[in-house]
């Protein structure tokens, strides 16, 4: 008698999954399954960010996947009672997982294995080529490892875009008994998930691009600051360090290379000004998130006074891709300046929402309609906020910007963190610009006046031009006052925060003030 | 001394001790005081602050700043509803309406019964399935007032 083998069932553990039901519907299927005498074997997967078919399930077939979603606990019965997982006749049933015209249709390198492999599993990354960069790096210099990195053209894709090679290779260069690599995982812009998605799906990615920076620095300690916002996130990252740990892969000698690095993680405290790169460094100090000068750069004197590499969870997890498959292969996606891979997030109003990894240079408008499949109410889409709470809010006229860096510059907006946030034709755009105004207020660091007192007196012009709209006595004083506003934040802040505030406003008056808001 | 007075103080010092010689500890600390005793107590800021080698104002300076440390005591269980664009988008307005008529308090406040505690929150990274909120470390997706009530209603 031939040997069987329980039907192997992928039921995502991620935050969204989870948000929508996939615990309760990994119960049931243990249940029913159990009910019926099948041996089944469920397995906690990441998600492959397809949120909108969230929760997804996937039954394992030779070499591929069958998937099933959005699935409720009040569906599985009825999908058992339809055969599953043997095989399966119903509505819910999508196909075989890799052919879902949404997820097919990406160039995925970062996210490659979100959703495919279980998170905590080391063997399971492993065995879908996790570790092949550490690999390369253990085999040549720190230097050749900072040259690949800068012949890859990857940028921080935190926001401001750095080359991540020159960042590197100051930190190299500069001579201290200690240096540091600290993670920014305090992705707080609204519309945004994917560092979440990254380190809830495929954590030992991030794991591994902070140990290949630390030999190509000289690292020996590294940070991961992590909002309070993901507590999945943290449970996940404590769990697999100490895996890599116990495999060799983090402490005194990493894969018997003789080199040290430990990595240790710092959670944050609701403050969104602590995604700007210094504030971080203060809060990882154990003080106030307070915006530091700069120079000196983080790079020459950084936490705790030494040369410290700060990158966001994707610029880290995307250098395990250039050492892996080499800078060629990564400089080959992309167009201009901006190379590699964009991770846009499809969010708000948006009826085909979640994760969209393809090369720079689409457009807005293919990601809203033929991805997003427009609005979830089903209304036009009046606006788009791209970049987080600190973009620009786009009308119809700029959807056919190609999403680089440059050409979102070149129109007064920009990237960000690849956010883009959908609103249909209800919105209240004056109520926007205001709530740009107020968040700044709210999560000013109060270090400069023009963020923290700017953004106060700002709250007020709008809510006096919002007084003489509806009373239909227009005072072009107040506009203009509140453009001389947004010029002194714009010009006189310290950080970001205060000196992109009137991106998003100045995008409301540009282009959707006319038209009667 | 009450004797609940005394588990916090025995608390404390054992969490200073357990961070005092922990590179930037302070905040691993608050954390930790403010998970164990749901709040960190205004008393206690003298003995973080000396375990630590910093000065009162420095303490008291941090526990302020952070929107997540509180120096009084709170709700069983914290409601964090977010207000931030990709929600907004949704309806977290109009949520936000009725989470604060339903629980009879604004953000700050803590329910009469003492379960809920509510406050806003700037995204919690699950902006495609808007609009959302936590309640303890749970997140739930798409909430609207019906989804609200029954959510409550369950818990």
């Known amino acids: 008698m031939s040997q069987t083998f329980p039907v192997r069932i992928f039921i995502p553990s991620d935050t969204t999954a989870c948000a929508l039901g996939a615990d309760a519907v990994a119960d049931e299927v243990a249940l029913q399954a159990s009910q019926r005498g099948l041996d089944i074997e469920i397995i906690r997967n990441g998600s492959r960010g397809a949120f909108w078919l969230e929760p997804l399930l996937e039954v394992e077939k030779e070499g591929w996947r069958v998937a099933y979603g959005p699935v409720t606990s009040r569906d599985v019965a009825g999908l058992f009672d339809a055969g599953f997982p043997a095989s399966c006749d119903h509505e819910l049933c999508l196909g075989e997982t890799g052919d879902i015209e949404w997820l097919e249709r990406q160039d995925r390198l970062t996210f490659i294995r979100a959703g495919v492999t279980d998170p905590l599993s080391l063997a399971d990354y492993k065995a879908h080529g996790g570790y092949a960069g550490l690999d390369k790096a253990l085999g040549i210099s720190p230097s050749e490892i900072v040259d690949a990195v800068l012949e890859s053209g990857l940028r921080g894709r935190g926001g401001a875009a750095f080359p991540t090679g020159i960042k590197w290779r100051t930190v190299l260069e500069t001579v201290a008994d200690q240096k540091y690599v600290a993670c920014n995982a305090d992705e707080g812009d609204s519309g945004t998930f994917a560092d979440r998605l990254l380190m809830e799906a495929d954590p030992f990615q991030l794991i591994e691009g902070m140990t290949i920076c630390a030999l190509a620095v000289g690292a020996t300690e590294g940070y991961i600051y992590l909002r309070s916002e993901y507590p999945r996130a943290l449970q996940v990252l404590n769990q697999v360090i100490a895996t890599a740990t116990e495999a060799g892969l983090l402490g005194d000698d990493i894969n018997g290379s003789g080199r040290a690095f430990r990595i240790h993680v710092r959670v944050g405290a609701g403050a969104y000004i602590c995604g700007e790169e210094t504030s971080m460094l203060e809060s990882l100090e154990g003080k106030r998130g307070l915006v530091r000068f700069k120079p000196p750069l983080p790079a020459i004197e950084g936490l705790f006074g030494k040369p410290t590499v700060v990158n966001n969870v994707l610029t880290l997890a995307a250098v395990t891709t250039v050492l892996a498959n080499g800078a060629h292969h990564y400089q080959e996606y992309g167009t201009g300046r901006s190379r590699g891979t964009l991770t846009v997030q499809l969010a708000g109003n948006i009826k085909r929402g979640g994760l969209v990894e393809i090369p720079f240079g689409a457009s807005l408008r293919e990601l809203v309609e033929d991805f997003g499949g427009g609005t979830a109410s089903g209304k036009p889409v009046r606006a788009i906020q791209v970049g987080g709470p600190l973009g620009a809010y786009l009308p119809e006229s700029q959807w056919d910007t190609p999403l680089d860096y440059e050409s979102f510059a070149e129109i007064e907006a920009m990237l960000g963190h690849g956010g883009i946030v959908v609103f249909d034709d209800s919105v209240d755009m004056l109520g926007q610009a205001r709530f740009a105004m107020e968040f700044c207020a709210i999560e000013s660091c109060g270090k400069c006046t023009p963020c923290r007192i700017g953004s106060v007196r700002g709250t007020e012009i709008i809510d006096k031009l919002r007084n003489e709209l509806t009373e239909d006595r227009q005072n072009p004083a107040n506009l203009e006052l509140l453009e001389d506003l947004c010029e002194t934040m714009d010009t006189g802040s310290l950080c970001a925060m205060g000196g992109l505030t009137p991106m998003p406003v100045r995008s409301v008056i540009k282009y959707f003030l006319d038209e009667g808001q | ?155």
């Open chain 2, 1 to 155: 001394m009450s004797s609940s007075q005394g588990n916090f103080t025995a608390m404390v010092a054992s969490a200073v001790q357990k961070y005092a010689d922990v590179a930037g500890g302070l905040m691993p600390l608050l954390h930790e005081i403010q998970a164990g005793l749901g709040h960190i107590p205004k008393d206690a800021v003298a003995t973080i602050a000396s375990g630590m080698g910093l000065s009162r104002a420095e303490v008291h300076g941090v526990i302020s700043f952070y929107h997540d440390f509180h120096d009084q005591p709170r709700g069983q269980t914290t409601i964090h509803l977010c207000r931030a664009e990709a929600c907004q988008a949704m309806g977290a307005r109009k949520l936000e309406q009725h989470v604060k008529t339903r629980l009879d308090i604004d953000f700050g406040g803590t329910t009469a019964d003492g379960r809920y505690s509510l406050e806003p929150v700037y995204c919690l990274g699950n902006c495609a399935c808007s609009p959302s909120i936590r309640i303890g470390d749970e997140v739930y997706a798409r909430v609207d007032a019906d989804r609200f009530d029954e959510i409550l209603g369950g818990n």
